[in-house]
């Protein structure tokens, strides 16, 4: 690896020391010495995005299309030392870090075509009627329009697309909104370098330099005070449920509120109906395996909970999943704390009435090996801290009497990221009773499939009713995700001259 990170923040085009400073914590390889944020850098970064706010968003789409695909190029030239600075401060194997940056560029590349089409404008046009009775009807145009300055916190679990040019950042600049990131503690390097990329294509393209800064670390005051400064219009979260209410608590209370959009997670259940289960419930079980222990139950949409019909085919499925559990071996968590907390959610859920483990595990201190645990409907249904998240390869088997039972589960879920049935021909009739209690409960719904990998396209959604994520009608993957930064304006009788461009045809 040729690239040795110093440290540094990037706050409208300067690198920043502080004087205070934290030790990275990788999973391999040396520790780096990184600058603390502060509120007066946050401070700065804002400032300097409003004052670029102007003229960015005065760009054409044109313009902005090519600065994307500048940032995206830039990243890719700075591919081998990506890979190595992400795989050594977060754990993740090589090939999961091309295939993360892969899909980072892509979406880049895919809200540049976004922008260009200018479909997400939504022009609108209802000319005058000056004879019309009892009243005229005025010249009325509608266009979507940026918000200011947007805040972005990168995620722990994904360094690259959902990080400091990930999801969030792409359809912020692509809807002509600078942004401040703050970077995640757990891959300081990993931030720092992409920000170089993005620095090299403002440098590139001639932006306006506070078009984008990065704030490290920092404690919790760092994030309060980029949520509340005055100057941000809108935040873009992906992380835990408690940091991300907080912040979104915060938004609320502002003397001016503000849109915060955060994706908190979720435990993504899976209904294992019963012709499914008899006709391949061995094959579901260890493709069910294979999905909760993908990059080590680490995905926001890790499948954590199967629902399955009381049978010894559904024993058999159970059977299928712990043995391949049982063989699986240990993975590298994304951080100490997080390896923490879910062993410490294991332990807890092992101690509720009427839990049976079935599979338990030991493992070093930053690593995860997998749990799988077995309880009834009722005993679930009577225990709502059974139905929340463990952030790791956790799984839990919630065994119903009855297709109503399995309806009440249904009924009684939080707001998911996704929800999935398995099922067969046979199944039709309850897949079809299940269905509208799903979509009311899920952003996306599967089929015959495993939730983890979300695809980035224009259909994509990733988000769902709350505690999925804050905001039901947004999501934070696919072209969709710029309408998070945009707002509805109408020109009543305005000249040609002074509607925005992209409206005066």
Same mark, same amino acid.
């Given at each position: 690896?040729?690239?040795?990170?110093?440290?540094?923040?990037?706050?409208?085009?300067?690198? $920043?020391?502080?004087? *205070?400073?934290?030790?990275?914590?990788?999973?391999?390889?040396?520790?780096?010495?990184? &600058?603390?944020?502060?509120?007066?850098?946050? #401070?700065?970064?804002v400032?300097? %995005?409003?004052?670029?706010?102007?003229?960015?968003?005065? /760009?054409?789409?044109?313009?902005?299309?090519?600065?994307?695909?500048?940032? @995206?190029?830039?990243?890719? %030239?700075?591919?081998? =030392?990506?890979?190595?600075?992400?795989? *050594?401060?977060?754990?993740l194997?090589?090939?999961?870090?091309?295939?993360?940056?892969?899909?980072?560029?892509?979406?880049?590349?895919?809200?540049?075509?976004?922008?260009r *089409?200018?479909? !997400?404008?939504d022009?609108?046009?209802?000319?005058?009627?000056?004879?019309?009775?009892?009243?005229?009807?005025?010249?009325?145009?509608?266009?979507?329009?940026?918000?200011?300055?947007?805040?972005?916190?990168?995620?722990?679990?994904?360094?690259?697309?959902? &990080?400091?040019?990930?999801?969030?950042?792409?359809?912020?600049?692509?809807?002509?909104?600078?942004?401040?990131?703050?970077?995640?503690?757990?891959?300081?390097?990993?931030?720092?370098?992409?920000?170089?990329?993005?620095?090299?294509? $403002?440098?590139?393209?001639?932006?306006?330099?506070?078009?984008?800064s990065?704030?490290?670390?920092?404690?919790?005051?760092?994030?309060?005070?980029?949520?509340?400064?005055?100057?941000?219009?809108?935040?873009?979260?992906?992380?835990?449920?408690?940091?991300?209410? @907080? /912040?979104?608590?915060?938004?609320?209370?502002?003397?001016?509120?503000i849109?915060?959009?955060?994706?908190?997670?979720?435990?993504?259940?899976?209904?294992?109906?019963?012709?499914?289960?008899?006709?391949?419930?061995?094959?579901?079980g260890?493709?069910?395996?294979?999905?909760?222990?993908?990059?080590?139950?680490?995905?926001?949409?890790?499948?954590?909970?199967?629902?399955?019909?009381?049978?010894?085919?559904?024993?058999?499925f159970?059977?299928?999943?712990?043995?391949?559990?049982?063989?699986?071996?240990?993975?590298?968590?994304?951080? =100490?704390?997080?390896?923490? @907390?879910?062993?410490?959610?294991?332990?807890?859920?092992?101690?509720? &009435?009427?839990?049976?483990?079935?599979?338990?595990?030991?493992?070093?201190?930053?690593?995860? +090996?997998?749990?799988?645990? +077995?309880v009834?409907?009722?005993?679930?249904?009577?225990?709502?801290?059974?139905?929340?998240?463990?952030?790791?390869? /956790?799984?839990?088997?919630?065994?119903?009497? =009855?297709?109503?039972?399995?309806?009440?589960?249904?009924?009684?879920?939080?707001?998911?990221?996704?929800?999935?049935?398995?099922?067969?021909? %046979? #199944?039709?009739?309850?897949?079809?009773?299940?269905?509208?209690?799903?979509?009311?409960?899920?952003?996306?719904?599967?089929?015959?499939?495993?939730?983890?990998?979300?695809?980035?396209?224009?259909?994509?959604?990733?988000?769902?009713? !709350?505690p999925?994520?804050?905001?039901?009608?947004?999501?934070?993957?696919?072209?969709?995700?710029?309408?998070?930064?945009?707002r509805?304006?109408?020109?009543?009788?305005?000249?040609?001259?002074?509607?925005?461009?992209?409206?005066? =045809?």
């Amino acid at each position: 690896m040729t690239f040795v990170p110093h440290g540094k923040h990037l706050i409208a085009g300067n690198w $920043i020391r502080t004087g *205070q400073t934290f030790l990275s914590r990788p999973a391999h390889g040396p520790a780096h010495t990184v &600058s603390v944020g502060t509120a007066d850098l946050v #401070d700065q970064a804002v400032c300097a %995005a409003e004052e670029a706010f102007w003229g960015y968003s005065a /760009l054409t789409r044109a313009e902005r299309a090519a600065f994307l695909e500048a940032i @995206a190029d830039e990243i890719e %030239a700075r591919a081998a =030392d990506l890979t190595a600075i992400g795989t *050594q401060e977060t754990g993740l194997p090589e090939a999961r870090l091309n295939g993360e940056r892969g899909r980072t560029t892509g979406q880049l590349r895919l809200f540049a075509e976004h922008i260009r *089409q200018g479909d !997400y404008l939504d022009r609108r046009h209802d000319p005058a009627l000056p004879q019309r009775q009892p009243l005229p009807r005025p010249d009325l145009r509608m266009i979507q329009r940026p918000l200011g300055p947007v805040a972005v916190f990168g995620a722990s679990n994904f360094p690259l697309a959902f &990080s400091t040019a990930g999801g969030d950042t792409a359809s912020a600049l692509a809807a002509g909104c600078p942004v401040v990131v703050k970077g995640h503690e757990a891959h300081p390097g990993t931030s720092e370098l992409v920000a170089e990329a993005i620095h090299a294509a $403002i440098l590139r393209c001639g932006m306006p330099h506070g078009v984008f800064s990065l704030v490290q670390g920092g404690a919790i005051e760092v994030g309060q005070a980029l949520v509340q400064h005055p100057l941000i219009q809108a935040v873009g979260f992906t992380g835990s449920l408690a940091g991300g209410r @907080a /912040l979104f608590d915060l938004c609320a209370q502002r003397p001016e509120p503000i849109p915060f959009f955060g994706e908190l997670g979720a435990v993504n259940p899976m209904f294992m109906l019963p012709s499914a289960v008899a006709t391949r419930g061995i094959e579901l079980g260890k493709g069910w395996a294979g999905s909760l222990t993908m990059g080590a139950g680490q995905f926001c949409t890790n499948p954590g909970i199967a629902v399955v019909l009381d049978s010894p085919e559904a024993d058999a499925f159970v059977e299928s999943a712990r043995a391949a559990l049982a063989e699986m071996a240990a993975q590298v968590m994304l951080t =100490d704390g997080i390896a923490a @907390a879910y062993r410490a959610g294991a332990e807890a859920i092992s101690q509720q &009435s009427g839990v049976d483990s079935l599979v338990t595990s030991v493992a070093e201190p930053r690593q995860a +090996k997998p749990f799988l645990f +077995k309880v009834s409907a009722s005993d679930w249904l009577n225990n709502h801290m059974l139905s929340e998240e463990v952030f790791g390869p /956790l799984g839990i088997v919630v065994v119903a009497g =009855d297709a109503g039972q399995m309806e009440e589960i249904a009924r009684s879920l939080a707001g998911q990221l996704t929800a999935t049935l398995h099922m067969d021909d %046979a #199944d039709a009739v309850q897949a079809r009773r299940l269905m509208p209690i799903l979509e009311r409960k899920a952003g996306r719904v599967l089929a015959n499939g495993f939730p983890t990998g979300v695809e980035v396209c224009d259909s994509m959604v990733h988000g769902g009713p !709350y505690p999925a994520s804050t905001n039901f009608g947004a999501t934070s993957v696919g072209t969709m995700a710029i309408r998070r930064f945009v707002r509805p304006v109408c020109y009543q009788n305005i000249p040609l001259a002074l509607l925005p461009a992209d409206l005066r =045809d």
